[in-house]
């Protein structure tokens, strides 16, 4: 049967029912008793093969052993997890592709939910109250909508993107009442074959003819591939101005502002994505991350606190936001004796005891949060508490038959921290030879101690710095500090980059007046660098850039 030559309203109802008839479905309600009728309105409709689940953990049990074709799922669940974090986590885990067809239904209407589910994409969404018929008439456009389309989805699940790329332009050229859709699936077709001239022209003729929103978000996407930041910012910028409701509009304007190193603009467009749809984990990290590469400790903590939140029953849940939560508060309470540092110390210590009770069946995670937990006692300047930690989380440490990286990296910092500087870049060098060919955990080896480990670490440094000071020696120091500070985002432990950050900082300061951003800078930069001892070859430096912010920022000494 060409389900395509028929629209929904030709199809006769025992056309519908032999769709049904094929159909192994799943109904996901807390409640037996709208589980039951959701069973009954199915079987009416045609269905034979009916499951139910009750809770999150049932879904996705059943998604795991079994594959079905359409899931009805509620969004509100109760305790656990709720509709959208069941579809992402199906999706994530791959136990539900796109060749099948996932309906949220639900009561609720908060734009937090809305946004937050939609932004998961769902094949349709359907809302409370609904009668047999409304349900009937909505399922049925989408199964069959679904159908027509279950060719390419076939394909692209499989990974053959060409052949779907083919079968979407066989569906344009016979005039298929979805073309409409089988256009928007090919310019991602384009973009995924990294055919972005192709995808270019298609975004270009359909928005010749009307402005759809995905068409200029499609095409705000290939301008940013293309390196055409100018046109992407535009397109996205109109997108937003029609409406700030288009999350990916957000996220793919900072990834423009990412690409301009402009580090400040990209923290901006992504706090205003997580203001539209506020439930995103990935979200929350990075806008954590770029907080921390623009030096707002604030946003940080709090992008690392919701990480936490949101990534409760949530697939992306991670132990790692409670230790990022936990360490960047034993940073900025140093040398802070106000109710606010104790306010949020006892967080701290807070979120690392909830951390060692989810994850209490993993050793690892009992070990780095002893690790952390001394990095804490540290900031709060409790010496003689990180000290009697020490001997423990030694002890621990060595009883891990194997530490994960991520153990042993906290290990690294917390010798760091304790001024076991050698011990520490021990520990980072053999890590950086097993790790060799990682970028990413050769990166968090490079930020730990004073100085990078990696040979690239120490080759980027190197330039960095002494583009900086090139822009010092000329008097451009505004411009030197933003050299200094691109290269503490990678770099943040660096003594001479933090130094150098803190000359750029007073010589304009002499120049230009007070600025209160610059003292923001200067406190953390000495936070970094911690004690320079006498031993130390920066040690004359540091004493006498020390001697000079009394003068110009003795609010920092």
Request: proline letters at 3%; glycine letters at 6%.
């Amino acid at each position: 049967m060409n389900l395509d030559l028929k629209s929904e309203n030709e199809l006769r109802q025992i056309d519908i029912v032999k769709i049904y008839n094929n159909k192994k479905c799943l109904i996901v309600d807390d409640f037996p008793e709208i589980r039951g009728s959701l069973t009954r309105t199915l079987r009416t409709f045609g269905v034979n093969s009916v499951d139910t689940a009750a809770n999150g953990e049932e879904a996705i049990r059943a998604c795991s052993f079994k594959k079905y074709d359409i899931v009805l799922c509620d969004y509100n669940l109760g305790a656990g997890k709720d509709g959208q974090q069941i579809l992402e986590e199906v999706r994530y885990l791959r136990v539900l592709l796109m060749t099948s067809l996932f309906v949220m239904i639900t009561g609720e209407s908060s734009r937090e939910m809305v946004l937050g589910a939609l932004e998961c994409q769902p094949d349709d969404y359907i809302t409370k109250p609904y009668t047999q018929q409304s349900l009937r008439v909505r399922l049925n456009k989408a199964i069959v909508r679904h159908e027509t389309l279950l060719p390419i989805k076939k394909f692209i699940s499989d990974g053959d993107y060409r052949a779907a790329l083919d079968t979407c332009n066989q569906m344009i050229a016979d005039n298929s009442r979805y073309a409409g859709d089988c256009l928007k699936i090919k310019g991602q077709l384009h973009f995924l074959l990294k055919q972005l001239k192709e995808a270019q022209k298609l975004y270009e003729s359909v928005l010749g003819k009307k402005p759809l929103v995905w068409a200029k978000l499609g095409m705000g996407k290939t301008q940013l591939a293309l390196g055409n930041y100018d046109s992407a910012e535009e397109i996205l910028n109109s997108i937003i101005e029609e409406d700030e409701r288009y999350v990916e509009a957000h996220d793919l304007l900072a990834e423009v502002h990412k690409e301009r190193k402009d580090f400040a603009a990209a923290q901006r467009a992504t706090e205003n994505a997580t203001r539209v749809s506020p439930k995103s984990v990935l979200r929350h990290r990075q806008l954590a991350e770029l907080a921390e590469q623009n030096n707002d400790d604030e946003i940080a903590l709090k992008s690392h606190q919701n990480a936490i939140r949101w990534g409760f029953n949530s697939c992306h849940e991670s132990e790692q936001d409670y230790f990022n939560y936990a360490r960047k508060v034993s940073e900025v309470v140093q040398g802070d004796n106000s109710n606010n540092a104790k306010t949020l110390t006892r967080q701290g210590h807070n979120f690392l005891d909830r951390a060692r009770k989810r994850f209490a069946d993993r050793p690892e995670i009992a070990v780095q949060a002893q690790l952390v937990e001394i990095q804490l006692h540290l900031g709060s300047g409790e010496q003689k508490k990180a000290e009697a930690a020490v001997e423990k989380a030694r002890e621990m440490y060595n009883d891990l038959a194997t530490p994960p990286v991520e153990t042993s990296l906290e290990m690294a910092r917390t010798l760091h921290a304790m001024n076991n500087e050698d011990e520490a870049r021990e520990l980072l060098t053999q890590l950086a030879a097993r790790h060799e060919n990682d970028p990413d955990i050769l990166q968090m080896i490079d930020g730990i101690t004073g100085e990078p480990i990696s040979d690239k670490g120490k080759v980027v440094a190197t330039k960095l710095t002494k583009a900086g000071i090139e822009h010092y020696e000329t008097k451009n120091f505004a411009e030197a500090i933003d050299v200094f500070l691109e290269a503490l985002a990678n770099y943040p432990k660096h003594i001479g980059l933090n130094l150098n950050l803190i000359q750029a900082i007073l010589a304009d300061t002499e120049a230009n007046g007070f600025s209160e951003r610059y003292e923001k800078l200067c406190r953390r930069s000495l936070r970094a660098v911690g004690t320079v001892g006498p031993e130390h070859k920066q040690h004359k430096r540091y004493a006498f850039l020390y001697r000079q912010l009394g003068k110009h920022y003795p609010n920092v000494t």
